[in-house]
């Protein structure tokens, strides 16, 4: 049972009835309860709720819903009556909003808002989506290294309502230059009249607004922070970004890294927010990819025709084996690409994985040749036919654990996502070549 | 370069020289900086540096490094010289540290600790890892709902030095039951005089330990909060977990599901942490079971002997086939796995999920067909083999598409976790059926 099925069907009426009782319980409600409960309204009553939300309230509302939907209340609301939403919006949220906006909806809404605002969104524009620069807010808590702790509690009490945060302020040099930091906390304990200078910790971590977020969000996660100065390459202050947005920026990350793993290019948007040609477009490529990829092992097997027409006992092996290489250098490939994510292996350590892959392909090789030969045994299939199949096994999962574990080594030290080197890649490669290294075997034992 | 290489070789002389120096310098470093200089160290360097510190500073590196290096220095420092760092831990970290330690050192650091703080530890032990529970801290500021704004300011003042966090104090009534919480930055605009229980929120949002860590930082994302409460099934305050304990816990939570979706077991440490053994211990038995699933490929083959020796050119395309169903059903699985996992689809949804499914593998596998029946057709293998691989490959593509996409949702309804359904998973059950298809084809449309 969700919330929105008690509330919505009696809400139109309510509002008929009641409108300042109803303001009043929307008051209570969190924002992102808020938020949930207007993606499921019909598009008249979203328009009306978020109308009876005070306009601070509505703002972070309006930023918080579907982009989709974003456009949508725009576009019923009028530029008229969003604009004073907008205003409200923290300014990474405005910029987003504007981002949204198709070209002439943007250019009305820009028409009325403050100059200073406009300036604003079109900074924060200018960084590419997945960095920093992208996240950050300008609503920063900033002030002169000569003013005392009183002073700064001061600024904290006039400005910080429209802070992204409060718990930070950053202290600036004459030229806006970063020099240190001071903790809300900090502030609380230390003597009021002492000068903001001697109380700030000067070692500040900070990122510039190129800066990758994910690597951001690694870094703000290592030292347990809440946010991070944005600067400059003079240092001078830009921004700030804080946890939440780079925690929303890691999982989409990792959406995209796991879709990559799985041969998807990675979706924009939900999984049932991705309309059916878009889904097609997503997927169709790297399956007809590997597909065609998959056409020389037809190839290979035609040349070893003969070796087959004389022991079909052969085929039956076939899914057998190739499927082994795949699921080791799946495992691999797995691990690597996750290792390299999280920084647990960089590329300096290239041969140190290898030679750990390599004994880890020949151990697990042989267990699974000996399952296999067995099985050739057992089966009557006869010694030469087991002794090929087992042969062919240890060489074909060490083939995969060491496909596996390079392609992704590789493919960062050229530049690319490791995750491209997904699983049903790294299978397709290793069929082909497990396929000839097979028949080979094969054709020389059994002659 | 890293630090540790310029810092390192000349530490020891250094020591030796200066004492103090050395120390002051230490004071400079970010706790998380000192903790990987540390692990870097020869051991008893790393003893020498641990006591330079102030205990405080010591108490935060020795909680910030490796679980196996805590142990290594705690038996090399004795309880009585580490009993004092342990008591200036946060009371989570304290914890954490005591369950790390074989039973005979923790009873022997036990005895040298507060009973409070004991009793604090038996408490927080009892959770189970990956809970709430597990990961809280019991070090939270709480004052009674008859304060003024002033006196909990005082409180900040006084206890603020202790707790886990400063930025929310938590109001609670006659019998400790949570009543609301209030945060610094509204304290610090509150009139001093105002009643806290007037100027707190009465909405918190709370959660009782037992809860999946999991599931607790995706609510924590979602209402962009840095902290929450942890309550018993009385309401009463237990303690908080703040955000960068569940963003570890977050992280590891992921990288687990990455590793079950390539049919590894996940590790417990990190790729170069685990030793070989415990490597086969975790990639075997998903390696032997897919095999031994593999096996029964074998079967199949041989039951259609004769069609094989008929048309051996139908042997060419069995790679391409079986590896298309299993590319198709990755993709599924890869989907579908993930979007449960962030909550985008949940089990109601399920065939909604199946029709899209089945009509995305019907188009993919057309699409598919048309280049293999293509491919038959140029290369002079006849028609009827076009048609059977064309055919084949979409009833293959299809059977990928459902059941990469119906078994993780199976599996999730069952209560396991959906990510078991690995890619080489899904692959070797399509790969069974996907065979079948195609030699039943085969066998009636060529005979």
């Not at 903790?183 to 990758?212: G, H, N, T």
């Not at 830009?238 to 990675?266: N, W, Y």
């Amino acid at each position: 049972m969700r919330l929105s099925q008690l509330i919505l069907p009696d809400l139109d009426e309510a509002f008929a009835r009641d409108r300042e009782a109803v303001a009043e319980l929307f008051e209570e409600l969190h924002t992102e309860d808020f938020a949930d409960l207007i993606e499921r309204a019909p598009i008249e009553l979203a328009v009306q709720m978020l109308l009876a939300l005070d306009p601070e309230q509505g703002a972070e509302v309006l930023a918080s819903v579907e982009p989709d939907l974003q456009v949508e209340l725009y576009r019923r609301l009028g530029p008229e009556r969003a604009a004073p939403l907008v205003h409200e919006m923290p300014s990474d949220d405005r910029a987003d909003f504007v981002a949204e906006l198709p070209d002439a909806d943007a250019d009305a809404l820009l028409a009325r808002m403050d100059p200073e605002e406009v300036a604003d969104v079109r900074l924060l524009r200018q960084w590419e989506d997945g960095t920093v620069g992208s996240l950050m807010s300008t609503d920063v808590l900033a002030v002169p290294a000569t003013m005392t702790v009183d002073q700064v509690i001061g600024q904290v009490r006039t400005h910080g309502d429209d802070a992204e945060t409060v718990y930070y302020v950053y202290v600036l040099g004459p030229s806006r230059e970063l020099m240190g930091v001071v903790s809300l906390r900090e502030l609380i304990f230390a003597r009021p009249d002492a000068a903001v200078a001697e109380v700030m910790r000067e070692e500040v971590k900070a990122v510039q607004p190129a800066m990758a977020a994910e690597d951001t969000a690694r870094l703000i996660q290592h030292y347990d922070l809440i946010a991070l100065p944005v600067i400059d390459d003079q240092h001078r202050l830009l921004g700030l970004v804080t946890v939440d947005d780079l925690s929303d920026a890691l999982a989409e990350e990792v959406t995209e890294d796991i879709h990559k793993m799985g041969a998807v290019r990675p979706l924009e948007d939900s999984y049932f927010g991705t309309d059916f040609v878009t889904f097609v477009r997503k997927r169709a490529p790297w399956l007809v990819a590997l597909f065609v990829g998959e056409l020389f092992t037809g190839d290979a097997i035609t040349w070893f025709d003969d070796v087959i027409q004389r022991a079909t006992v052969l085929v039956s092996f076939l899914p057998l084996i190739i499927s082994s290489g795949g699921n080791s250098g799946s495992q691999s490939a797995t691990l690597i690409i996750r290792a390299l994510a999280v920084g647990e292996v960089n590329l300096s350590q290239a041969s140190r994985v290898l030679s750990r892959e390599l004994a880890m392909g020949v151990t697990l090789g042989l267990l699974l040749a000996t399952i296999g030969a067995l099985r050739a045994l057992l089966w009557g299939d006869g010694g030469a036919i087991a002794i090929t199949v087992g042969l062919t096994l240890v060489a074909v999962v060490t083939l995969g654990t060491v496909v596996g574990s390079m392609l992704p080594i590789f493919l960062e030290r050229i530049g690319l996502d490791p995750a491209v080197s997904s699983t049903p890649f790294i299978a397709s490669l290793v069929d082909l070549i497990g396929i000839v290294i097979y028949l080979s075997l094969a054709s020389w034992i059994l002659v």
